[in-house]
């Protein structure tokens, strides 16, 4: 047992009854209070990973300990301390939203007076109070999303797991989904989430793990892994188009059109001379971005690197 | 221990609500069609087919009929219920949850129960209209109820744990319960059946229900009560048994 973790698992494996090997001995831990990203591409054995340490999957051999509590001697330990949001929508869509809720804090053993209250707290908290007697299947797919939260909460979990909890949402719900994560995180609620937003990771974690092909090839925290770049594309957008390219030694520039430049950096080097070069020569930039999000890069080096 | 109890609690009433809320589907189709059959089978017919077991045939037909309805609304409530949670994946709000595989049972089995008896009970009104009962054992009646009700629901359940379609939910009840039903002496006794036919019934579950209901509230049996019970009794133990181990094994439900 080893309470410091808020997840632990080692020597974990899954083989499908088709053969399929979907996780081969994955060794993972993951801190208290952590925000924590696990990344892999289609297929690499996040959903199976997950789905094992919610209960929903039977492993094949290996340990996994929530907070302490081993899934094989305190099952109902571990998933007391687990609040999931699936990526499939899967509750009931013909009941109604509180319905679901309330439904969702009587299986955990919560009294229906109290649930009424966390209810209430939790679907106020995600905007979906004035929907609650709407029967699911008439909610949007943002809305079905945050119910999935609200029930994965009610019980009060130590561990939230979502699985890419922001597929299909607009912006905007994205940008209060990320908000209201990380109050919840600073409050003291441990996160993993599994996201194909990359930039979402960037954004939300600070520890990070990549699966693929059933193995672990990546397990760091985000600045780390980040620092591990050596260069990076920038795209500039200037104010006049270029007629030439303006040569600035030391950097590799290149013309996207007349009014962006390509320009790799690596990381040694500095933008300020960059800047103070291109101003000699007359060329106004207006604003910068990167060419690729800088975890998708590394991302696709890794996987890169692992497949050979 | 009250965690367990609470999360008990809230399977049931969701699963009781679940066929309150549609009661057009689920209550009111075994009043109409038990209505009809006591109407052709027990006055129109019934008449000219005289006594069975020193009773009028309606009479006769009475206690079996109420059962059939508690058997196949026992079943269904479960099959269908546990199905769509399966297809919905809803069921995933159970699995995740601290609740134990016999809690998740007995919630079930207690909505098919809930069901069979509100459905039983709907007839037995309706019977009242033509059948003039004079109940022998309330209390023997009630327990052949529950116990059959809580038969059929696990069977149900069982069902619905290796169901993968719709059709899936529909065989049992079309191909082994309802022979089995129409075979279990609901519309006759078995002492008309030859020597050979009467052992075979003998391995008919239903018929030992049927007789005990009949014993309840009539206080006649083709058969030993006792022995009725005992066979009930195993048989719930078996299917309970089955239905945990699946649930143990995660078959149906966990990949």
């Known amino acids: 047992m080893n309470p410091l973790f808020a997840l632990s698992i080692s020597d974990l494996k ?5 053969g399929h090997e979907a996780l081969k001995d994955i060794n993972l831990t993951v801190s208290e209070g ?5 990344l892999g591409p289609n297929g690499a054995g996040k959903s199976t990973a997950i789905g094992i340490i919610s209960s929903l999957v039977t492993k094949s051999s290996g340990c996994v300990e929530v907070f302490g509590h081993d899934l094989d001697r305190d099952p109902m330990g571990a998933r007391r301390s687990i609040g999931l949001v699936p990526q499939e929508f899967n509750f009931n869509q013909f009941e ?3 319905e679901i809720v309330l439904n969702q804090a009587g299986f955990y053993g919560i009294s229906r007076r109290e649930a009424k209250v966390r209810a209430e707290a939790e679907l106020r908290q995600l905007d979906l109070w004035d929907k609650r007697r709407v029967s699911a299947r008439d ?3 943002g809305m079905k999303r945050r119910l999935m939260i609200a029930r994965a909460l009610v019980h009060r979990p130590r561990l939230l797991i979502l699985d890419e909890p922001t597929a299909g949402v607009d912006v905007e719900i994205r940008n209060s989904m990320w908000t209201f994560l990380q109050e919840l995180n600073r409050q003291g609620t441990t996160v993993i989430l599994t996201t194909h937003y990359l930039e979402e990771a960037e954004a939300l ?3 990070i793990a990549i699966i693929s092909h059933g193995h672990i090839v990546e397990n760091a925290t985000m600045a780390g892994l980040l620092s591990r770049l050596h260069e990076e594309a920038l795209l500039l957008n200037l104010r006049a188009p270029q007629e030439t390219l303006p040569e600035v030694e030391g950097f590799a520039l290149r013309c996207v059109d007349r009014c962006t430049l390509e320009v790799t950096i690596k990381r040694e080097q500095s933008l300020n001379r960059l800047f103070q070069v291109l101003d000699q020569a007359g060329v106004e930039v207006m604003s910068m971005r990167n060419k690729k999000n800088r975890l998708e890069q590394l991302f696709m080096n890794l996987l890169d690197a692992s497949e050979s | 221990m009250m965690r367990y109890w609470t999360a008990f609690q809230t399977i049931l009433i969701k699963e009781t609500m679940r066929f ?3 009661w057009p589907q689920t209550v009111l189709p075994a009043v109409v069609t038990t209505t009809l059959y006591f109407i052709i089978f027990g006055k129109l017919m ?10 009028s045939y309606i009479e006769f037909i009475a206690p079996g009929m109420i059962l059939m309805t508690v058997i196949t609304n026992s079943y269904a409530n479960v099959v269908s219920s546990f199905y769509s949670s399966k297809f919905q994946r809803h069921v995933e709000e159970l699995l995740v949850s601290p609740v134990p595989n016999w809690v998740i049972l007995a919630g079930y089995v207690g909505g098919g129960i809930a069901r069979g008896l509100s459905v039983g009970i709907a007839v037995s009104i309706v019977s009242a209209f033509f059948v003039d009962f004079q109940v022998y054992s309330f209390s023997l009646g009630l327990l052949v109820f529950v116990m059959t009700s809580a038969v059929f629901a696990t069977a149900g359940f069982i069902n619905a744990v290796f169901a993968n379609s719709f059709d899936d939910i529909s065989i049992v009840p079309i191909f082994v319960l309802t022979p089995l039903t129409y075979l279990g002496g609901v519309f006759y006794s078995i002492d008309l059946l030859p020597a050979f036919w009467q052992q075979v019934s003998l391995f008919n579950p239903i018929l030992y229900m049927v007789n005990a209901f009949r014993y309840g509230i009539y206080g006649v049996s083709d058969i030993n009560v006792l022995w009725a019970f005992f066979i009930m009794a195993g048989f719930l133990a078996l299917l309970l048994g089955v239905a945990l181990y699946l649930l143990r094994q995660g078959i149906g439900i966990k990949s």
């Open chain 1, 14 to 18: 899954k083989t499908y009854r088709g």
């Open chain 1, 34 to 38: 952590e925000f924590f990203a696990l």
């Open chain 1, 96 to 98: 109604p939203v509180e």
């Open chain 1, 139 to 141: 909610l949007s797919g």
């Open chain 1, 205 to 207: 974690c600070r520890q």
């Open chain 2, 20 to 22: 309150v809320r549609i």
């Open chain 2, 46 to 55: 019934g008449e000219r087919i005289g006594d069975m077991a020193d009773m």
